[in-house]
């Protein structure tokens, strides 16, 4: 299977695990060493040099390591959790995935990744929902045969949050 | 009884403010106050157009020409610190034709150019360029009768930054009386002061203001229930009820209040909300009175609310279950009202300047493990905020009278060595009897 295939085939398992909640799996996707971080984004200037502006410098939503991610997950089980439980109706969209040359270094073979997210959020019996839409730059990396996720940095499209909290992973 | 000016004032909005009022002493609240469209307008008007409203913090414009962009309701400021090193605050408007003159929601800038006709004013407000000035406007316009609009009032407080609405507002330090006190446990923890650790998170939430304030300024009785997932991982201490052990203490007719919690009985939880040992030292001497060294020294949990929207809370927590010893977190946030049902939670994560870089490192990650958009704790009150709001908005709903009976038996604490009338226990609802006794005051009048 080709570099990309398995790529695809990774960001589509994930997607499902965090939509059936499945946590515990979706862990076991990640490197000990993962380091996840969702900075906070605000209206700027536009960069001379293009790309992104007004990515916050010091501030994110989420800045995480394996220890807090799985603090997060574990809160999620205690059964009291109540942003999360019911839990909310997540459909991760994953789109327009580029990926890179993977390079071999010191921890193995590595890939960056480049994909697009529109995340359906509903919940209780409102008919309303809210949508979070992001680019996620992931570094995946192979362990023991498949590959598993080192880095990720989502930069939101949002600088005000439409949605009450952050109770999930993008 | 019955004071509330009916002119303007339907029925039912009557109805509910009279039920607010013969309630409040009883401890009984309507719930419709929480989300109703008519209050929403009179709210906007008598407090939020009257009050002190938290804008900014010093440490987020430290240099000439840096700028944020603030609200107090639908009114957008400009808030930059001009080249003569004044604070100064604008409505976002050009005066030619109505224009947003920010392009950002924060920055460094000299001027504000408006994109429409290209008005263009100086960071001290002024307007200095008209495009095509003499054919356009003749000879002899008069430019400065022409500058952005400050805001009615903007006062610094110990490097809180407040606006007001009202011109005839009294002081901010009389607005803020005896809580200052309280807010000096935080603001003078260093000689050096607070910074910001970065811009704030901002997030919406369908509640009302008042039902995110009241967890802050009295409802230490929620943590045993909303947080029990945080109490299960061994983050919060292990005695679900510890948030009770501490002092209540409200403002008489400026409708503040605090918490200051102390270590539940046999916990073992290092002095001083668990600061660096350097930094207690420094506090020793920055406090302006004993008083206040000696309560600080024993706190672990204290959060303080400002009628009518701004809070801070300041807990010792562990980052996480494995860390060995827990650390403190500081966060300072605007309620800020959307519309009826609806607010933005602006949060930002503070520090004590001189923190040393690894204690600021382990207080940023506390932060955003537990407090802001993504927070373990803060996750769950908004949740929970949302429904009581929805529920208060139902025909039968807003009629139903909730219980604030809490504690209404307890007498005052003598021996309190700080200001403001002190409560012996947290499980009490007496500062949020004083915040509505303000509250009501200022809707009659």
Same mark, same amino acid.
């Given at each position: ?30 490197? !000990?060493? #993962?380091?996840? %971080?969702?900075?906070?984004? @605000?209206? &700027?200037? $536009? ?61 193995? !073979?590595? #890939?960056?990744? %480049?994909?697009?997210?529109? @995340?359906? &959020?509903? $919940? ?47 | ?445």
């Amino acid at each position: 299977m080709d570099v990309i295939r398995e790529v695809l085939d990774f960001l589509h398992r994930e997607a499902a695990l965090l939509d059936e909640g499945r946590y515990r799996e979706w862990l076991s996707l990640l490197t !000990e060493d #993962v380091v996840y %971080r969702i900075p906070v984004r @605000l209206t &700027r200037e $536009r960069p001379p040099q293009g790309g992104y502006g007004g990515i916050a410098e010091g501030m994110l939503h989420m800045d995480e390591d394996r220890a807090s991610l799985e603090m997060r997950v574990a809160r999620l089980e205690t059964g009291f959790a109540w942003a999360e439980d019911p839990p909310s109706r997540l459909r991760h969209f994953v789109t327009n995935v580029r990926v890179g040359e993977p390079v071999r270094g010191d921890r193995g !073979e590595e #890939v960056e990744v %480049r994909s697009y997210l529109l @995340l359906f &959020r509903s $919940r209780w019996d409102r008919p309303d929902f809210t949508f979070l839409s992001a680019e996620r730059q992931d570094l995946l990396r192979r362990e023991n045969g498949g590959w598993k996720l080192a880095r990720r940095l989502v930069i939101l499209d949002h600088s005000t949050l439409p949605t009450h909290n952050l109770s999930f992973f993008l | 009884m019955a004071r509330i000016q009916s002119k303007g004032v339907s029925q039912r909005l009557q109805e509910l403010l009279e039920g607010l009022e013969r309630g409040l002493e009883e401890g009984l609240i309507p719930a419709g106050i929480f989300n109703d469209p008519e209050l929403f307008e009179l709210e906007a008007s008598r407090i939020f157009s009257r009050s002190w409203v938290y804008l900014a913090h010093v440490s987020e414009i430290p240099s000439p020409g840096d700028y944020v962009l603030r609200y107090i309701l639908n009114n957008a400021f400009i808030v930059v610190r001009s080249e003569d090193g004044k604070i100064r605050a604008f409505l976002d408007m050009c005066r030619h034709r109505g224009m947003r003159v920010c392009r950002a929601e924060m920055g460094n800038a000299s001027h504000f150019r408006c994109p429409f006709h290209g008005w263009t004013y100086r960071n001290d407000g002024s307007l200095v360029g008209v495009p095509a000035e003499r054919e356009a406007f003749g000879e002899g316009f008069r430019k400065e009768d022409w500058g952005l609009l400050p805001i009615p009032r903007l006062e610094e407080w110990d490097g809180l930054v407040f606006g007001n609405l009202d011109p005839e507002a009294s002081s901010l330090e009389e607005w803020l009386g005896e809580i200052r006190w309280y807010l000096e446990l935080v603001t003078k923890r260093s000689p050096m002061g607070l910074e910001v650790l970065g811009p704030p998170q901002r997030f919406v939430v369908n509640t009302d203001w008042k039902l995110a304030l009241e967890t802050f300024i009295s409802d230490s009785y929620h943590t045993l229930m909303t947080h029990r997932s945080m109490i299960e991982l061994g983050i919060a201490p292990k005695d679900a009820k510890y948030a009770m052990y501490g002092e209540q203490i409200h403002i008489p007719g400026k409708g503040h209040g605090t918490m200051v919690v102390g270590a539940p009985p046999g916990a073992k939880l290092p002095p001083f909300w668990g600061y660096p040992e350097e930094m207690m030292e420094r506090a020793r001497t920055s406090y302006p009175t004993r008083q206040q060294w000696e309560v600080a020294r024993e706190t672990r949990i204290f959060l303080v609310t400002l009628f009518p929207n701004f809070s801070l809370h300041n807990p010792i927590r562990k980052p996480d279950p494995q860390y060995p010893v827990p650390v403190p977190m500081l966060t300072f946030r605007v309620w800020h009202p959307l519309g009826p049902g609806r607010i933005e939670i602006i949060s930002w994560g503070m520090v004590e300047r001189d923190a040393p870089e690894w204690f600021k490192e382990k207080a940023r990650l506390s932060y955003l493990r537990f407090f802001g958009s993504s927070g373990t704790f803060e996750q769950d009150d908004t949740e929970i905020w949302s429904h009581v709001a929805q529920n208060a908005a139902s025909t039968l709903g807003r009629k139903v009278r909730l219980n604030y009976q809490m504690g209404r038996n307890l007498k005052p604490d003598p021996n309190w060595p700080g200001p403001g009338v002190a409560y012996p226990i947290n499980f009490t609802d007496e500062n949020l009897r004083n915040f509505y006794r303000k509250y009501l005051d200022m809707i009659q009048g």
